[in-house]
């Protein structure tokens, strides 16, 4: 009987380090050839095995899989593609599962967020029932930071280490300029229900009147009148006020600050704005010239700055699915577990898919200042292991080089697949 083979697929909102993930994946499974047959990938996620579109990695050197360490965004292509529950769409369970059997698929890693632990954990279920058994591992991957049970998120230290180093650099940028030009800057980060990365950009402020003054977090209820009070006085305390605001921030009714009024492909409501919504009522209120900007995409894909720490979390996981697989474990996801004492280390663990699906962990309360515009103490000493060491790329011609794939098709073996 032929050798079991191993599918992996990359999911949602891309980072830095997904591929140092695919990278532990791709590596440790070549380290057990003699258990593991092909490892495939899909071509733009889910939707990869969905299309039957599958990329052979034995065809990729082991040079340009090294390579995948230091390349920033999903090399195979990722998706925001949210499968329908078994009960509404069975029929997208069932074109996976003749997708798995067609090409002797085994085991099944799907590096991502909530959605994804979800969809990981279903697929296990129903490969039980359909006498088919597939061993299912959720691999931890969200800038958000918001997976529950993992101490952190593989993807978040190095935007954190990125929004961090921006707002500290822009804020040496607006003081030197605030005398006779702009005395407000606003910027952007992620974070749709949970502040963390905002939260991070906080590690900027060392000493008093160090930018960011002002954190806007979606745990804590927005107050027009509170939060102009505190740039009026940051302006004329410091000459300047720079400010981070998460895409998530809202008013105390639940309404984001920023609802653009539509909806994403996971049918989450969508986010425009928030900065410029900010700097239009400081001027219109307060009359201070501004500038704003949205870190956006440059967040998660600055592979240049990435944390070290970050870059060795992401391999970790990807290397501990393969390992987990092949140990018999299944429907669990490895987790990051910080270890006890002053000095920063930590290990992997696991747990439960079911207990890590579509759970969002927010920041505590006791990580915001009681103001609810900065970080704690104790935020500082969670955040700070997480954006340091540097994983620099190679350069050539003052340039970081990235790998660059062949991504090769497997032969198809099923019919076309067409969404129901």
Same mark, same amino acid.
């Given at each position: 009987m032929s050798k079991a083979n191993l599918f992996y697929a990359q999911s949602g909102g891309v980072t830095a380090v997904i591929n140092a993930s695919a990278c532990g994946v791709i590596e440790t499974a070549r380290k057990h050839s003699d258990r593991i047959g092909k490892v495939y990938a899909g071509m733009n996620g889910i939707i990869g095995a969905l299309r039957e579109e599958l990329i052979d990695t034995s065809k990729e050197s082991d040079a340009t899989i090294a390579a995948l360490r230091h390349t920033p965004a999903g090399a195979f292509g990722s998706c925001r593609y949210k499968l329908k529950s078994l009960e509404d769409n069975r029929a997208e369970y069932q074109r996976l599962m003749d997708v798995f059997r067609a090409h002797n698929i085994r085991y099944f890693l799907y590096n991502g967020g909530g959605d994804s632990q979800d969809t990981a954990n279903k697929v296990s279920m129903l490969s039980l029932k359909e006498g088919f058994p597939i061993t299912c591992i959720g691999i931890p991957k969200t800038v958000d930071n918001d997976l529950p049970i993992t101490d952190n998120c593989p993807g978040f230290g190095s935007v954190a280490k990125y929004v961090a180093v921006s707002i500290r650099e822009a804020g040496l940028d607006v003081a030197s300029m605030c005398e006779s030009s702009t005395k407000v800057f606003v910027m952007e980060v992620m974070g749709r229900h949970a502040g963390w990365i905002a939260g991070a950009a906080g590690l900027a402020s060392e000493q008093e009147g160090d930018a960011p003054h002002i954190i806007l977090f979606p745990e804590i209820a927005f107050d027009k009148a509170s939060f102009l009070r505190r740039v009026k006085h940051c302006v004329n305390q410091y000459g300047y006020c720079a400010i981070v605001v998460s895409e998530g921030a809202r008013y105390d009714n639940g309404q984001f600050l920023a609802d653009a009024g539509g909806k994403d492909a996971f049918g989450h409501t969508q986010l425009g704005g928030v900065a410029p919504f900010i700097a239009s009522m400081v001027k219109q209120e307060l009359g201070y010239k501004y500038?704003?900007?949205?870190?956006?995409?440059?967040?998660?894909? #600055?592979?240049?700055? #990435?944390?070290?720490?970050?870059? &060795?979390? &992401?391999? *970790?996981?990807? !290397? *501990? *699915?393969?390992?987990?697989?092949? *140990?018999? !474990?299944? #429907?669990?996801m490895p987790t990051i577990v910080r270890k006890p004492g002053d000095k920063y280390d930590w290990e992997i663990g696991e747990a439960a898919l079911a207990d890590v699906a579509n759970v969002e962990k927010p920041m505590p309360r006791d990580y915001i200042t009681e103001d609810g515009f900065g970080i704690t103490e104790t935020a500082r000493r969670y955040f700070s292991p997480l954006i340091k060491g540097e994983d620099y790329p190679p350069y050539k011609n003052g340039l970081p080089q990235y790998a660059r794939l062949k991504s090769v098709l497997e032969k198809k073996q099923l019919a076309d697949w067409e969404a129901r």
């Open positions: 500038h704003w900007a949205v870190a956006d995409y440059l967040q998660r894909a #600055a592979r240049h700055i #990435a944390s070290g720490t970050d870059v &060795a979390q &992401a391999y *970790a996981v990807g !290397k *501990a *699915a393969v390992e987990f697989a092949l *140990a018999g !474990k299944n #429907a669990v």
